[in-house]
């Protein structure tokens, strides 16, 4: 993995969320008033999004610390959506369909 500051290819100051720890992440503004991300890229240039500022400064070892806390969480979530794709689905009937586009809500 390698991580590049590059200037942000996104309109205005509009936040990105961390590929490594999920937060909410903003542009940084250099010298030049120009707004950079931290642009993440593995072995063979391929781009995975961008990193805070956060994990940008915890170095190497704090960014392993933080993919390994991120793929538990990760895991745990896989895990809860796999029970539940185990349990039966039922959806709305067509007529509960019919009665909200009526009144609009719920």
């Known amino acids: ?19 490594l720890c999920d937060r909410r992440s ?7 008033n120009q707004l950079l991300l931290a642009v993440i890229y593995d072995g063979r240039g391929v781009a995975w999004g ?6 940008v400064a915890a170095g190497a070892e704090g960014i392993r610390l933080r993919l390994q806390e991120r793929i538990k969480t990760l895991q745990a979530k896989v895990e809860d959506l796999q029970k539940l794709t185990a349990e039966g689905i039922e959806t709305p009937s067509l007529e509960q369909e019919f009665q909200i586009h009526r009144q609009g809500t719920p």
């Open 1 to 19: 993995m390698k991580i590049i500051w590059e200037h942000s290819i996104y309109a205005g100051n509009a936040p990105v969320f961390c590929s």
């Open 26 to 32: 903003y542009p940084v503004r250099d010298r030049h």
């Open 50 to 55: 961008e990193a805070c500022q956060d994990c």
